[in-house]
């Protein structure tokens, strides 16, 4: 379970305010990697945008991560920065990210798996 998650728990399945889980209470508090203490969802969005740098960064690179299917590397990391850049005019908007990824080189010379290449016989 990922600690930061427990900031969220007052949500249910479907989006869902709630204060108990059956009959016990939810603790929403945690603690982010710095030390920093929340209680609760508005406390941890805070905390978050206290951080807005780290946290588009961190974001970036796990949302390329996915794009590349493979962790991101030292050597990726300028990509990351021009996408950063690149983003920072329309505010880091979500579709300004994926723009930036889709455009990066990383992303454009990707190459496939071997094992994952279907080879038709005739």
């Given at each position: 379970?990922?600690?930061?998650?427990?900031?969220?728990?007052?949500?249910?399945?479907?989006?869902?305010?709630?204060?108990?889980?059956?009959?016990?209470?939810?603790?929403?508090?945690?603690?982010?990697?710095?030390g920093?203490?929340f209680?609760?969802?508005?406390?941890f969005?805070e905390a978050?945008?206290?951080r807005?740098?780290?946290?588009v960064?961190?974001?970036?690179?796990?949302?390329?991560?996915?794009?590349?299917?493979?962790?991101?590397?030292?050597?990726?990391?300028?990509?990351?920065?021009a996408?950063?850049?690149?983003?920072?005019?329309?505010?880091?908007?979500?579709?300004?990210?994926?723009?930036g990824i889709?455009?990066?080189p990383?992303?454009?010379?990707?190459?496939?798996?071997?094992?994952?290449?279907?080879?038709?016989?005739?």
């Amino acid at each position: 379970m990922d600690p930061l998650g427990f900031a969220l728990e007052n949500f249910d399945g479907i989006g869902r305010w709630r204060e108990t889980d059956g009959v016990t209470p939810i603790d929403a508090s945690g603690e982010l990697p710095d030390g920093t203490a929340f209680d609760g969802p508005v406390e941890f969005r805070e905390a978050l945008l206290d951080r807005s740098g780290e946290f588009v960064r961190t974001f970036t690179q796990k949302l390329l991560t996915y794009a590349l299917g493979r962790p991101v590397q030292h050597y990726d990391i300028p990509a990351v920065r021009a996408i950063l850049r690149d983003a920072a005019g329309a505010d880091h908007r979500w579709s300004s990210l994926v723009l930036g990824i889709v455009e990066s080189p990383p992303f454009q010379m990707r190459r496939a798996r071997e094992d994952a290449a279907v080879v038709v016989q005739q």
